[in-house]
């Protein structure tokens, strides 16, 4: 099993442009999610999904979008890119009825 | 306004010693509670839990404390060693979704060999 695995690792925008930030896993897990880490701020949720169809708002959502075609794949889209968004972007899976999640290895983004 | 909370962030101690790391919540609809811990360059991995029903959860040399009154969760590690070296995050879901986490801000611990 892979886990969770994510593209890119790096990845530096311009201001405007837009990008998709890939997240697959391989654990027939139904949930899955994004956060984004700061400095000082810990992890917030910006979107997660309990299933392919199925998507809702985290704490962070605005700027960023979600859809989940399949149980495997869930990208986290960016439309027009602020320097706001500069972060390390995580996704997550878990389980339907755990807490635990897993992790992937992140995307640290860059808009300048 | 952030509802997890760890005041702390960083924590120096000798190997061999115990280290505590604290976490304080605001949010009283919260009944399940996680501890992460973060290498550099790395997910996050999952550590310890505990429900509110119980106040201590023990997973070798990992416990967990809960002291629901105060909304406040401890991670105690004995013996801490230098392997344990990394940012430890404390996380947070409520009865009422179960669905999204709060994560506090992390302490990094550093185990002096």
């Known amino acids: 099993n892979a886990g969770v695995t994510q593209t890119p690792k790096f990845q530096v925008l311009k201001t405007g442009q837009s990008m998709t930030l890939q997240c697959a896993q391989d654990m027939n897990h139904e949930y899955m999610s994004w956060y984004r880490q700061d400095p000082g701020m810990g992890l917030r949720l910006i979107h997660y999904?309990?299933?392919?169809?199925?998507?809702d708002q985290g704490e962070v959502p605005n700027g960023y979008n979600v859809s989940r075609s399949t149980t495997e794949d869930f990208p986290l889209r960016l439309l027009s890119a602020a320097p706001s968004q500069t972060s390390v972007y995580f996704c997550?899976?878990?389980?339907?009825?755990?807490?635990?999640?897993?992790f992937g290895p992140g995307t640290r983004l860059t808009v300048t | 306004d952030q509802q997890v909370k760890q005041n702390s962030p960083s924590l120096s101690v000798q190997e061999g010693r115990i280290s505590i790391l604290n976490c304080d919540y605001t949010n009283s609809m919260f009944d399940y509670f996680l501890w992460y811990k973060k290498y550099p360059a790395e997910g996050p991995t999952f550590l310890i839990s505990?429900?509110?029903?119980?106040d201590k959860n023990e997973d070798g040399r990992f416990t967990v404390f809960l002291n629901k009154s105060a909304k406040h969760l401890s991670l105690h590690i004995v013996p801490s060693q230098p392997g344990d070296s990394a940012v430890y995050f404390c996380a947070a879901s409520a009865r009422n979704n179960f669905n999204k986490f709060y994560f506090g801000s992390g302490t990094k611990l550093n185990v002096k060999p």
């Open positions: 997550a899976s878990r389980l339907t009825g755990i807490y635990e999640q897993y």
């Open positions: 999904s309990v299933g392919a169809g199925i998507t």
């Open positions: 505990i429900s509110s029903i119980k």
